[in-house]
């Protein structure tokens, strides 16, 4: 008689203990790709895509991806001929992204295991937002930042579309668990991804925060009418 796979549940609470998320990412990792590309009506390509000519990467550089995940992020950077570092806290979103032949290290935003003024530039898409501590966080990016090297982070953000953000957050809290049970690994990882998202900064107070972490020139872009948010800055 065949076995009937028994899917574990596991869902970090707002207070983002480290342990909590990388334990609920784990639970994600088998259909994280997928299930991203399902319930963001396939925007994650463009997301990405986006983030990548944000960063502005350059043959010769090397490149942070920070919450990188399976590495899915990581190889659209290398698109542009940089040298590019998957990092991410859940070694089992690591282990399921193996197969993409990218660098991978096992790290803590918070913590970085990278030398001082290590990369020409750092990027963390859809992942601060999961940090118990985003000032150390930044500061930490800051640190492994060569001087006159830039961030880029991609980030969901507040609707700027009149209309959009009742219909977004409707969609967020109704709509998107129930396609995450169709399609996910560990469905109630959406939950409070749904939760996470309402309770994120919007564009202006999260560029504020990235300029007191010490970053300079801080400016962002609306992408599907703010529904995501590219943050980008310099360290002098």
């Not at 994650?44 to 899915?72: F, M």
Request: net charge positive; proline share 4%; glycine share 8%.
């Amino acid at each position: 008689m065949a076995k009937t796979e028994q899917r574990e549940s596991v869902r970090a609470s707002l207070d983002k203990q480290p342990h909590e998320v990388a334990s609920m990412f784990d639970g994600v990792a088998k259909r994280y790709d997928i299930t991203n590309t399902v319930i963001s009506a396939g925007q994650d390509r463009y997301w990405r895509w986006a983030t990548r000519k944000a960063l502005a990467p350059r043959p010769g550089e090397r490149v942070l991806d920070l919450a990188a995940g399976t590495g899915v992020s990581t190889l659209e950077l290398g698109k542009s001929g940089a040298w590019c570092v998957a990092a991410d806290f859940s070694k089992g979103m690591l282990a399921a992204g193996r197969f993409r032949n990218v660098p991978m290290v096992a790290g803590d935003a918070m913590a970085l295991p990278f030398a001082d003024n290590s990369f020409d530039a750092v990027t963390i898409s859809f992942g601060l937002r999961n940090v118990a501590d985003i000032d150390l966080a930044m500061r930490e990016m800051l640190r492994v930042t060569k001087p006159g090297g830039r961030l880029v982070v991609c980030e969901f953000s507040t609707p700027v579309v009149p209309g959009l953000r009742t219909v977004y957050l409707e969609y967020l809290m109704k709509a998107l668990p129930r396609v995450a049970r169709a399609v996910s690994s560990n469905p109630d990882a959406y939950v409070y991804l749904a939760e996470s998202i309402r309770a994120w900064s919007n564009q202006r107070q999260l560029a504020l925060r990235v300029a007191e972490s010490g970053w300079s020139s801080v400016k962002w872009r609306n992408l599907s009418g703010g529904i995501v948010a590219l943050h980008r800055g310099y360290k002098l």
